[in-house]
């Protein structure tokens, strides 16, 4: 909106959030009925979050000067710490 009054950028933000409401509610709806896949939907998602941080994150720790091992390892460690106080904890 490069050039136009900022009174029509905030009317056009304004109007985005418009369909806000109707997913809240659909999506409050869907929960209901898909309750007994939710568990599994939430694994996923999870598997998904570490996949990005994996992929994303631990090789950008490792660019530049004093990337070392270090990070990939103190990575490792507090994953499988955060794994087995999950299952000692429940």
């Known amino acids: 909106l490069a050039g136009r009054p900022a009174s029509r950028a905030f009317l056009l933000g304004q109007l985005s959030g418009v369909v806000e409401p109707v997913g809240g509610v ?3 709806c ?3 009925m898909v309750t007994p896949i939710l568990p599994y939907a939430l694994a996923f998602a999870a598997g998904a979050m570490i996949y990005v941080v994996v992929d994303q994150l631990l090789p950008e720790s490792l660019e530049g000067k ?7 390892l103190a990575f490792m460690g507090g994953f499988g710490l ?3 106080m999950d299952v000692a904890l429940g």
């Open 66 to 72: 004093g990337g070392t091992k270090q990070q990939t």
């Open 82 to 84: 955060m794994m087995i």
């Open 26 to 28: 659909l999506g409050a």
């Open 30 to 32: 869907l929960v209901t």
